[in-house]
């Protein structure tokens, strides 16, 4: 019988799973955000940014355990709700946004940067990519109209994220000290990569849907 269960899955199994990845991501960009609000100027700003560090590495490996039982279960299952190479790439994109999170921190903590106006303001639009796509993600299994309507919104806030984008570089390159141009290019190019797995996210959603139809 649990041989019979295993194979035949219920839905609910892979819809739960991708359904936690996304809320993970939500808190992952959250803590990122909380991170972009300590300046030099803050009292203790080293502790606190190091006590986000913690937080998001443990988030972090929580969405790993996450996408690893929902491979797992999509290599026991012969029966899945979608098509089993969607969700695979769903889970592994959303996976991935949480990665350039966590790497954000982390090499803004070795490099010893503070976070400035385009940071911020990045950081900000990928927060609300990030929310319309756990909307989308949520609403992928009932509602369908409104999982594509955030679909949308993801897509145009991913192109909002590659302008500021384009303009911190811009604005970076004005810069005299070499070595600060090369580390915070690594920074921004965090933060645009996942922007675009954003967009990625919310084309394989849009494929989903249109085959569901």
């Known amino acids: 019988m649990k041989m019979w269960e295993s194979i035949f899955k219920k839905p609910d199994s892979f819809q739960n799973l991708i359904k936690e990845q996304a809320k993970l991501t939500i808190e992952g960009t959250n803590v990122l955000n909380e991170f972009m609000g300590i300046g030099k100027d803050v009292q203790n700003a080293e502790i606190l940014r190091h006590n986000l560090r913690i937080q998001i590495k ?21 029966i ?41 303001k990045m950081i900000e639009k990928l927060s609300r990519g990030v ?23 993801a897509k145009v806030i991913e192109n909002e994220i590659e302008e500021t984008y384009h303009e911190a570089l811009a604005n970076l390159f ?23 797995r954003i967009s990625e996210a919310a084309d394989i959603i849009g494929n989903i849907l249109i085959k569901e139809v």
Do not use: C, W
């Open 174 to 196: 004005e810069n005299d000290d070499f070595h600060y141009i090369f580390k915070m290019r690594e920074v921004y190019r965090h933060i645009s990569n996942a922007g675009d």
């Open 58 to 78: 443990k988030i972090e490996e929580e969405g790993d355990k996450a996408r690893r039982k929902l491979v797992n279960e999509l290599n026991k299952s012969l």
């Open 80 to 120: 899945t709700p979608l098509d089993r190479q969607d969700l695979y790439n769903l889970s592994n994109v959303i996976d991935n946004i949480l990665d350039y999170a966590l790497n954000t921190i982390e090499e803004m903590l070795v490099y010893k940067l503070f976070p400035n106006y385009y940071l911020r």
């Open 131 to 153: 929310s319309h796509l756990n909307y989308a993600v949520e609403n992928l299994f009932g509602d369908k109209q409104l999982s594509n309507n955030n679909v949308i919104a």
